[in-house]
Every structure is written in C-alpha cells, then in structure tokens.
C-alpha cells in the first residue's frame, strides 16, 4: 500500500518540529544553566557538582543547535533525528533509575516529555528509508 506523499510530507514536518522544539527546549534549558546556575539548581531541585552541571549545560546547549540545524537543513534532517532519539534515550536512562529518588513537578514533566518526543521521533523514522510503503 502506498502511503500518499502528503503523509510523507506531513511526517517529516512533524519530525522537523519535534527537532525544533527539542532544540529550543535544551538550548534554552543549557543557557539557563550557564548564566544562572543558583537558579537552575533552585527550580530544579539539582544540586549537582558546578562543573558538571555547567559541563552538562554546554552539552544541551551544543545538542539544542545541532537539532535546530538538523531541522533547517534537509541532508542532516535524518541524522538529527536519530540523534534526538539517541539523546532523549540518554537522558531518560539516568532519569529512570532515579525516578523514586527525584521528587519536583519539573523533573516529571522532563520525564514524560523525553518520552513523548522519543516515541513520536521513532514513529517519524521508522518509515523514513521507504516512506511510500505501509505494512
């Protein structure tokens, strides 16, 4: 069965706004820690190491660029997208294990929102080699 292109079209739409939301969710988040690391840590409850809480920031920072850039250019679209997966993974991990341990309304949120755009990013993908085919 084919699948029509609009529903191609619309697919990789949604994975370029999963991207972009992603992006401007981490840059965001790592500027925020950067600039105000006491705040950060306030509202998140995280009272992490400076360093490594800093060295963390950068790193979203750098991921949220990467996916808006993924989102922009259609050649890295793919590959932005694996990564976002990959890094929705990475960060649910950890989050997983200390579930019990973590209590504040914005570290649930955090976690339900990996999820989300986890899953609706793999259903973008799963169908992105031969999107023209339904089985």
Known sequence: MRLPW???????????????????????TGIWALADLAGFSRATK????????????ALALVLGIAFIWGALREKQ???AGWLLVGSCVAVLLPEAVHFSDVRGT??????????????????????????DRIN
């Open 77 to 79: 679209t793919l590959f």
């Open 106 to 131: 914005l570290f649930f949120l955090d976690f339900v929102e990996e999820i989300a755009v986890a899953l609706v990013a793999l259903y973008t993908l799963t169908r992105w080699r031969n999107p």
């Open 46 to 57: 995280n009272t992490g190491d400076a360093l490594d809480m800093h060295s963390i920031a």
């Open 6 to 28: 609009r529903a191609v079209f619309a697919r990789r739409n949604l994975l370029r706004l999963l991207l972009c939301w992603q992006g401007l969710y981490y840059g965001v």
